[in-house]
């Protein structure tokens, strides 16, 4: 048994039913402009209307409803929550939830990270002895064994020459991480908000099970991990505060590039959730042109 593998975490997880979609926006930091295509059109007073279909979802641009672009995997609906990571990245700029990383190396990376902390463990007194090599592989081995099988399969997958990762390309990563380092079930009930009450459900369904099987000191040495690595694509300047910087959103308002992020309060994510409604009107109209 590995010295890390002794208090298992106990949780009980609730059950809940699929979050819901908030028609609500954000009131705070900087929403981004309704684009000049879209401010000749009025208020509507009406409800959504028939929710968008991937294709169409897919399709939706800024201003436009044709586009070149691809489309991608069928992974998330509409209202699903994305977690994401808003970066101020200096290769680019500008805030942005695209997420610069190498999986190969973050999961190499392990055996490093369990390295430095079985070490500063025992230079801080709390283990009698220094940590071996073979305690050190034994140990990653085991973890990287027991990883949720689509953040094994993000991390093993041949993504050569890519460096730029979209939040629903990175979401094993961002459901793992939280489930480490976010909230622990005693904590959930204080999520009182609309928008929490959502979160909260998605977290109890996404995450928290994610958390089971894992020792208190296992987790502390997983969240040490992916802290320091996440902290090394430059998105986030302190470890610690680590769990200040993971947001949400909704993979339709997403995909619609209705989403701003706001540089001037800790990279606040912003859904535009009137343009949004533009555009799924437009499309509705669209429909019953020849």
Not at 23 to 49: H, M, V, W, Y
């Amino acid at each position: 048994m590995h010295p890390l593998t002794n208090h298992p975490v106990q949780s009980t997880l609730p059950k809940s039913d699929s979050p819901q979609a908030i028609a609500s926006t954000e009131s705070n930091g900087k929403a981004q402009d309704i684009p000049a295509c879209l401010r000749q059109f009025p208020d509507s007073e009406e409800g959504p209307g028939r929710s968008l279909d991937n294709r169409q979802i897919a399709s939706l641009t800024s201003c436009s409803v044709k586009t070149e672009r691809k489309q991608p995997k069928v992974q998330f609906q509409e209202n699903d929550l994305l977690l994401v990571y808003p970066c101020n990245s200096v290769d680019r700029g500008t805030p942005s939830l695209d997420l610069k990383i190498n999986p190969e190396e973050l999961k190499n990376n392990l055996y490093k990270r369990i390295s430095e902390f079985l070490y500063e463990e025992w230079v801080e007194n709390r283990r009698k002895s220094p940590p071996t090599q073979e305690e050190e592989k034994s140990l990653t081995d085991s973890i990287l064994a027991r990883l949720p099988a689509e953040l094994t399969e993000f991390l093993n997958k041949d993504w050569s020459g890519k460096e730029w990762f979209a939040p629903d390309e990175y979401q094993a990563l961002a459901r793992f991480h939280s489930a480490i380092i976010l909230l622990g079930s005693d904590d959930l009930e204080y999520l009182n908000g609309e928008k929490e009450k959502e979160f909260k459900q998605f977290f109890i369904k996404a995450c928290l099970p994610l958390r089971a099987g894992w020792s208190e000191d296992e987790i502390e040495l997983i969240e040490f991990w992916l802290n320091e690595e996440l902290q090394n694509c430059q998105c986030y300047p302190d470890p610690q505060r680590m769990n200040e910087y993971i947001k949400t959103c909704h993979y339709g308002i997403l995909k619609a590039d209705c989403v701003t992020v706001c540089d001037e309060c800790t990279f606040r994510v912003i859904e535009n959730w009137k343009t949004y409604e533009r555009f799924k009107v437009l499309m509705n109209q669209g429909e019953g042109l020849p």
